[in-house]
């Protein structure tokens, strides 16, 4: 059986990602919140009368905090036998906003909380949790049966970057730590898709996603400054994300991909 990661879950995009997933293919579901994993798991199944509630498993998980990681990723161990179970979608999304327009706002704090929840985390998760993902020796069902189930051929880690982490596509400057730390998880992603073709083959793969602007609290701040064409509900946001990381194939990996399966450049 394969079963899906979404971290975090409890608003925003990974909330939508969350109910999309649920209505959209038949597996389970894991998602994550920093507190009140009871709430969060009622908010999301609301209006979802189709859905079987017992798919969706809510854990506790702080990306900044390695112990709740550790535990998040111990609860999924002992839900999912790996003689018989893998993880086949993870949505590794966390994100922090510091828009700096002058090296002289940059202090030590800030910076160290922008790096802790948007590159430090991501990478956390993937420790504790890639190695649910398929391994050579995995058998992955066949592929008319994941069609039916909404699922890729291949087991896909997605981490979530944005466009300004891309050091060719910056011609404005600015926004220092998001940059960087965006940066930093492209870098990543390579090396962890790497990592996982030596273990897994074409059984799975990493990429990275930069979602547009979207109508989050992420960047509220800034929706004034987006044409209208360009600044996404979140519905249509998740739909084209869900589009993509299915699309991008094997040919793909390692790399990052707009909502418009438009290559990000390094």
Same mark, same amino acid.
């Given at each position: 059986m394969a079963w899906s990661l979404v971290s975090p879950a409890s608003r925003g995009i990974g909330f939508e990602l969350t109910r999309q997933l649920l209505l959209t293919t038949k597996i389970p579901v894991v998602a994550t919140a920093r507190k009140d994993v009871e709430g969060v798991k009622k908010n999301i199944l609301q209006d979802l009368k189709d859905v079987d509630s017992s798919r969706l498993t809510v854990l506790e998980l702080d990306v900044t905090n390695e112990n709740t990681i550790l535990r998040a990723a111990e609860d999924a161990s002992s839900m999912f036998d790996a003689s018989k179970n893998h993880l086949h979608l993870a949505f590794c999304i966390p994100g922090i906003l510091r828009p700096e327009k002058s090296p002289t706002q940059l202090d030590h704090e800030s910076l160290t909380r922008t790096f802790a929840i948007n590159t430090i985390g991501p990478m956390?998760?993937?420790?504790?949790?890639?190695?649910?993902?398929?391994?050579?020796?995995?058998?992955?069902?066949?592929?008319?049966?994941?069609?039916?189930?909404?699922?890729?051929?291949?087991?896909?880690?997605?981490?979530?970057s944005a466009r300004v982490g891309s050091t060719t596509d910056n011609s404005l400057g600015g926004w220092y730590s998001y940059r960087a730390s965006k940066?930093?998880?492209?870098?990543?992603?390579k090396s962890l898709d790497l990592f996982l073709k030596a273990r897994a083959g074409d059984k799975a793969m990493a990429m990275a996603y930069h979602p547009g602007t979207v109508k989050t609290g992420l960047s509220k701040e800034f929706? $004034?400054?987006?044409? @209208?064409?360009?600044?996404? @509900?979140?519905?249509?946001?998740?739909?084209?994300?869900?589009?993509?990381? $299915?699309?991008?194939?094997? @040919? $793909?990996?390692?790399?990052?991909?707009?909502?418009?399966?438009?290559?990000?450049l390094p």
């Open positions: 956390l998760i993937a420790k504790h949790f890639s190695p649910f993902l398929p391994k050579k020796s995995t058998s992955l069902p066949n592929t008319s049966s994941q069609d039916s189930e909404g699922l890729p051929e291949q087991a896909i880690w997605l981490n979530m940066a930093g998880v492209n870098s990543f992603t929706w $004034g400054n987006v044409k @209208e064409e360009k600044l996404f @509900e979140v519905g249509f946001a998740v739909e084209k994300m869900l589009e993509v990381t $299915g699309g991008v194939g094997l @040919e $793909g990996r390692g790399r990052c991909w707009d909502w418009k399966g438009t290559e990000v």
